[in-house]
């Protein structure tokens, strides 16, 4: 079940893209909203009357308000249907993340400005196929094993196997209890820091491998900016400002981008191992140079030696400064 929170985000910024008022919507769901189940809306509706997420209500509405007046949105169409994914996930492949779609056309991603763009599976992203691999093993298998067999010792979990390949997933989630603590124990901060200067240089020297071309460059550039064969709209809520963006399609970023290159390079020296990137392309129109540069985190998702390690995506360039992602008006 989605969270409260993401409930409210989603569903009033489909009222505002319907053009009721927050107090009128809320009493009873419009016929228009589907796959809204009843229990839900009374749970919406009891958050409401709580004023309790007073602001958030009220700038989800602002955004899916401000989308059924924008140029870019429906430019004051009252929407016929507007149908919510809910507590559905993306398919794994999925590379438009939407939450609503509005009259079978628009979809729209309701998030806060999240600097997230991608969880995957490392070999999803630096290859860009499914492999089950465990990445810190196939990156860096002495020091990983160095620094399970420290962890081991440490902990004063003999019964664990010696060999970090034969660690099964209980006994990972049992080892991973007793390093709960946001830092390493001294003891074995060295052994990790080792592990991750090799994962993270290992790693870059993989994926930049694996780019034997300027387009598989550009194209990977896409694929981490989430573009995809059709546009999608984020809306959102941000500390600075609300986050109104329309993402574009490859073909409209192949109009207004001159692409130049895509760089990766390993974060020697970050504290856990990353990859960072960075785009560089140029304006059509004005010959502006633009760079969005972002970089990608090598972890466990579960707690430390539960399971394999996860890729998070990660954005550092501010969305409305990302080349094919437009702001609407």
């Not at 989308?67 to 438009?96: H, M, N, S, T, Y």
């Not at 984020?234 to 192949?254: C, E, Q």
Request: proline share 6%; with cysteine; hydrophobic share 40%.
């Amino acid at each position: 079940m989605p969270r409260l929170e993401t409930e409210i985000s989603e569903l009033a910024t489909a009222l505002g893209a319907l053009g009721y008022d927050l107090n009128a919507g809320m009493e009873r769901r419009p016929d228009q909203i589907l796959n809204v189940a009843e229990a839900t809306w009374t749970r919406l509706r009891q958050a409401y009357e709580s004023g309790e997420h007073r602001l958030l209500f009220m700038t989800s509405w602002a955004n899916g308000h401000a989308f059924l007046w924008a140029r870019d949105g429906l430019r004051g169409r009252l929407p016929i249907r507007v149908e919510w994914k809910g507590p559905d996930r993306q398919v794994e492949q999925d590379p438009i993340p939407a939450d609503l779609r509005i009259d079978n056309v628009f979809l729209v991603s309701v998030k806060s400005r999240s600097a997230v763009l991608w969880n995957r599976s490392p070999s999803q992203v630096f290859s860009r196929t499914p492999m089950a691999l465990h990445w810190y093993e196939h990156t860096a298998a002495d020091e990983y094993q160095a620094l399970y067999s420290a962890s081991r010792t440490w902990s004063s979990m003999t019964h664990l196997p010696a060999r970090a390949s034969e660690l099964t997933r209980n006994g990972g989630v049992e080892l991973g209890r007793q390093l709960r603590s946001r830092e390493w124990p001294e003891p074995l901060m060295a052994h990790y820091l080792a592990m991750s200067e090799k994962c993270s240089t290992e790693t870059a020297a993989l994926w930049n491998a694996a780019l034997t071309t300027p387009a598989k460059r550009e194209q990977t550039a896409w694929w981490l900016l989430r573009l995809s064969p059709a546009p999608y709209f984020l809306l959102g809520d941000s500390v600075r400002a609300p986050l109104r963006i329309r993402v574009d399609t490859p073909w409209d970023w192949r109009q207004s981008w001159r692409f130049h290159r895509f760089e990766v390079r390993a974060a020697v020296g970050a504290g856990q191992p990353q990859v960072e990137w960075s785009i560089h392309v140029e304006d059509r129109h004005t010959g502006e140079a633009r760079i969005a540069a972002g970089y990608v985190e090598i972890r466990w998702s579960h707690g430390r030696f539960s399971g394999h390690p996860e890729a998070k995506v990660q954005l550092r360039t501010a969305h409305e400064s990302v080349p094919g992602y437009t702001a609407l008006i």
